[in-house]
């Protein structure tokens, strides 16, 4: 596949990435950083608005006739991006127990984390069935064997696989979605990128997506998804840069 747009846009950030204010940066990552935690977790269900994830993350107030579940999600998706940002500062690489430990954040005073399931899993709606116990054990095995191998691959590509091929196999009970949509933007991330969010109101173009992968090894319209997401992002960055000009 390839991005060739990508890879010219991403040129020209890092020309100019340096030479934003850090209270223009600051303020863009805080914001992007509310917006991914209420997308990822209002595509699996969640019910707080943005305006309440905002006031649980900055403020630490509770909601009021929210379940204390849903406050834990918000709360424990955004200790987990910043767990996986601090990961990259250190330079350790994704791995299983980076990937177990991402899970355990996320599912903190919700259920056990950082397990793998020992039951079968059905997704409703979708025309893929994750593999039993017995076979998702030798295909998480596969994957990180793949995940070592890959590192040569096209970026968006190489995100787009780590995201589509994790879920595709469902390792968890749970909190499969938030976990591959981390390792995503870790992706992206190590590698110099910016994160993305996919916004809840394309979730169902976002599932289409993933089952194309799931049910026909067919990457592209993820992968072209993902491309998209991060030239919005490179986008916004140099549409900055020429305000600040």
């Known amino acids: ?22 209270i223009t940066v600051n303020s863009y990552v805080k914001a992007f950083e509310l917006e991914y935690t209420h997308n990822s977790t209002a595509i699996e269900g969640n019910t707080l608005t943005l305006l309440e994830t905002k006031v649980v993350l900055e403020e630490g107030l509770s909601v009021g006739g929210k379940m204390l579940r849903e406050i834990y999600e918000v709360i424990n998706h955004n200790k987990a991006y910043q767990y996986i940002k601090a990961c990259i500062h250190d330079g350790k690489p994704l ?4 990937i177990k430990d991402i899970h ?36 998480v095995k596969n994957f990180y ?8 691959a096209d970026i968006i590509e190489l995100a787009a696989w780590t995201h589509a091929e994790f879920v595709r196999i469902h390792p968890f009970a749970d909190g499969n979605g938030r ?16 994160p993305v969010s996919i916004a809840k109101e394309t979730r169902l173009d976002y599932f289409n997506a993933l089952e194309a992968y799931a049910v026909h090894r067919d990457l592209k319209p993820f ?4 491309a998209s997401l991060e030239e919005q992002q490179l986008d916004r960055y140099l549409g900055m840069m020429g305000r600040q000009a």
Do not use: C, F, W
């Open 145 to 152: 064997a793949d995940l070592a191998d890959k590192s040569t």
């Open 1 to 22: 596949m390839g991005y060739p747009e990508i890879v010219r846009k991403k040129a020209l950030y890092d020309q100019v990435k340096d030479k934003l204010p850090d």
């Open 223 to 226: 992968a072209d998804m993902v």
């Open 95 to 98: 791995d299983e127990g980076m």
């Open 179 to 194: 976990t591959s949509r981390l390792i995503m933007n870790y992706q992206l991330l190590a590698n110099g990128y910016l």
């Open 104 to 139: 355990a954040v996320l599912t903190e005073n919700i259920m056990v984390g950082g397990v793998y399931r020992n039951v079968e899993v059905y997704i409703s709606g979708a025309s893929h069935t994750p593999p039993p116990p017995n076979e998702m054990y030798q295909q």
